[in-house]
Structures are given as C-alpha cells and as structure tokens.
C-alpha cells in the first residue's frame, strides 16, 4: 500500500479509540468497481511553471460509489536537512485542489484557495457519492518548486473510512503512477516581434 492511502486506512484504526460514534458508522461496507478513466500530468515540468494533475475516475458497477476519493503520497519528499521544523518539503505546492471554491460571503481575493474536494486527511481528496456510468473529475493546479524525476503515485477509494473498497474491474486494487521530469529552469521563449505571438528559443540577436 502507498503512504498517501494511509490516511483513508487509519481511519479504522482511530474509530476504536475513546468513545463517540464510530467515524465509518454511516458509510457502507463493500466493494465498489471503478476505472481509471484518464490520469495526466504533464511529464516534462519545470520550476515555477505551473501544471495541471487531472484524473478522472469512472463508477462501473452497478453501486453508487458512497464517496470517491483521491490520496497521493508524492507531491512532498523527505528531507534529512538537521533543523527543519518538519521534514517534508514540497516538489509541487498545490496552488488550488480538486472540487469547487466555496463562494466567499465578501468580495475579496482568495490565496490558492484549497477547493472543496480538500478533507481532513493528509493528501486526500474526496468528491461526493459517484452514480453508476457517472466520472469524477479530480483536478490539482501545482506549481513544481523542486527539480528532479519524480514518481507520482495515487489511491483511489470509495470512501473516507475503510469500509467502503475501491477496486478495478479485473478485481485489482485502484492505483497508478505518472512519472514526471522537472527542469531546474522554465526553456527560454521570446515574443515573436511580427506576430506578437511568444515562441520557444532565445530572442533573435540583432545584427
């Protein structure tokens, strides 16, 4: 199992402790057939660029999906650097994250606003009940900040609490990767002076 679908299997784990309602009181227990209906990201990146991470997860069984979900364990790496408040830095920083923007009660200006798929699980994001032959759409604006090969993985679920499995149509477990390459620098473009248009390369030398 990939680091980043702990935190939807720790959920069975805490429900044990202390008393309360147990938290996957209310999702139903089963398996829930799904497809990966498209994963992208682009794989040549480079720092400072910004970058879209879309997938797309189909529902094709016969169930309504409780609550699909999203972890991934590979937008942050593990520094030994002595002194960090927190080891994990950032090679994306997620800008906004999949789901809708809440509207906000007053004009004012959101700073890389989470988006409404965000929960209270690390590196996990969920979308709503998913209807038979309906897809959800997952969709992460990152900025890369670190340069470097990197390997994507990702998790899909079919809740928030464990009880609720996700899995695809051969009766495999839902996951994937996307293996990426980020330059230490955005390439070199220029403003075509005739068209006005910007194009790759370095700006033309004068005579």
Request: proline share 10%; hydrophobic share 35%; glycine share 12%.
């Amino acid at each position: 199992m990939f680091p980043g679908a702990c935190g939807v299997c720790l959920a069975l784990l805490l429900s044990g402790c202390g008393g309360g309602t147990r938290q996957d009181a209310n999702e139903p227990k089963g398996t829930f057939a799904v497809k990966i209906a498209g994963a992208s990201f682009p794989t040549q990146q480079s720092v400072a660029r910004e970058t879209r991470m879309i997938l797309r997860v189909r529902n094709t069984g016969t169930q309504t999906v409780p609550n699909v979900a999203v972890s991934i364990d590979s937008f942050a790496y593990t520094s030994d650097y002595p002194g960090l408040a927190s080891n994990k830095r950032p090679i994306w920083v997620i800008e906004t994250g999949p789901g809708a923007i809440p509207q906000r009660p007053v004009e004012s200006e959101a700073i890389s606003p989470p988006g409404g798929g965000q929960t209270a699980y690390v590196n996990t994001w969920a979308l709503g009940a998913l209807a038979p032959g309906r897809t959800s759409t997952f969709v992460w604006h990152v900025m890369p900040v670190k340069a470097g090969r990197y390997t994507v993985h990702y998790t899909v679920a079919a809740g928030l609490s464990g009880r609720a499995r996700a899995q695809l149509e051969h009766g495999g477990p839902a996951v994937g990767h996307l293996t990426v390459e980020i330059a230490p620098r955005p390439p070199a473009t220029h403003v075509d002076p005739d068209t006005g248009e910007v194009v790759p390369g370095a700006y033309p030398a004068t005579p």
